[in-house]
């Protein structure tokens, strides 16, 4: 078992990570003095892989397990599908005592966390992520929410979960392209903070690029963790450098959400995105071309996309990263690397943007 902790006072709360840890749901939880029902929301595709042994970890620890699937995509992380598991709840009369455990990927994470921030005004709140992108990045820091047909995670809440409890070996019934978009975030902690992280990437390609149960993707998910739990203890609400785990992000939300939510995965987004702030950061005169390309190399050796889909116009671009919510006052905020291992957080003109647009859409 590998142990992290996110560092938040009294709110401070544990990331297990070990294989089969599915089967130990229960006795975790159970440890962790929660006793009673507890609701599991997942979704069709995770549900059938992995709920039952949830459930029967959890009844095996005389809990009260309650189960509420969601619909399997990014087009319904939605207030409507929320609303739907609200009235589950009302209807099981659940207290303010159940704990919600999110069962799935980056999705499930956000919306039970969403919707365990506001029932009752609070309930606890459990993450048991099952694809890579969720396991290294969003089940870690409480960012919980829903979508706008306008933009992505623009209706959400911060809050924390008690635990996060990772079994890599979910992974295997990842679909190759659901895998490899959570390489994409791998790359971004290398990137933003951690040169040597960035090398055993680059050293680890053949053992990373496809998984397997090697030492390697653990090495990944666990550094990736450590490194997000060290932010968030750092800064919790985005006030400083928590905003440089957005590298990427700022290009790549609007990607998503031009694209037609679900078209592009997060992690392919986030891909391009990286690439599109290492060439704004190199356009503005922060960052050298050997910092471009490194990037780019690596994540194009991973088999993540980094070429910008055609067809948007650079106004509309603008545009859409305009409801990106760290637009703040009409100026937009970016994270732009200057080395590997180093970003800066730098507010830039909209006139600025729209120009680098124009040649890179």
């Not at 620890?61 to 709840?89: Q, R």
């Not at 969720?134 to 809440?157: C, R």
């Amino acid at each position: 078992m590998r142990t992290l902790n996110v560092s938040l006072g009294t709110r401070s709360y544990p990331i297990k990570i070990k294989s089969g840890l599915l089967d130990s749901v229960g006795s975790e939880l159970k440890e962790f003095g929660f006793k009673g029902a507890v609701v599991v929301v997942t979704n069709p595709l995770v549900g059938g892989l992995y709920l039952e042994r949830v459930i029967n970890s959890l009844k095996g620890c005389g809990l009260t397990p309650l189960s509420v699937e969601i619909p399997d995509g990014e087009e319904y992380k939605t207030l409507a599908e929320i609303s739907k598991v609200y009235d589950f709840l009302v209807e099981n009369r659940t207290e303010r005592t159940v704990p919600l455990l999110a069962l799935g990927g980056g999705v499930i994470g956000d919306m039970t966390g969403f919707i365990a921030a506001t029932y009752l005004r609070g309930v606890p709140f459990i993450q048991i992520p099952t694809t890579l992108l969720s396991e290294v990045d969003s089940s870690v820091g409480g960012k919980t929410g829903v979508n706008h047909p306008q933009g992505k995670n623009l209706i959400g809440a911060f809050y924390q979960p008690q635990i996060v409890l990772i079994d890599p070996d979910t992974l295997v019934t990842l679909e190759p392209r659901d895998y490899k978009s959570g390489l994409a975030e791998v790359v971004k902690y290398g990137v933003i903070r951690d040169p040597v992280f960035f090398e055993f990437i680059k050293d680890n390609i053949e053992a990373l690029a496809l998984y397997s149960k090697g030492e390697e993707i653990f090495e990944a998910i666990e550094r990736s963790c450590a490194i997000k739990a060290e932010i968030v203890g750092a800064d919790e609400r985005e006030g400083g450098v928590r905003a440089t785990l957005n590298l990427g992000h700022t290009f790549g939300h609007a990607l998503e959400s031009l694209s037609g939510y679900g078209t592009l995965r997060h992690g392919e987004a986030v891909s391009i995105g990286m690439v599109m702030a290492s060439e704004f950061s190199l356009a503005l005169g922060l960052c050298t071309q050997d910092v471009v390309q490194a990037i780019t190399s690596l994540l194009q050796d991973l088999g993540l996309p980094t070429e910008v889909p055609s067809g948007f116009s650079a106004k509309v671009f603008l545009d859409s990263m305009l409801l990106d919510k760290k637009v703040t006052g009409g100026q937009m905020r970016f994270v732009l690397p200057i080395e590997i291992g180093k970003v800066i957080i730098r507010e830039v003109e909209q006139g600025e943007v729209l120009e680098f647009l124009g040649k890179v859409v």
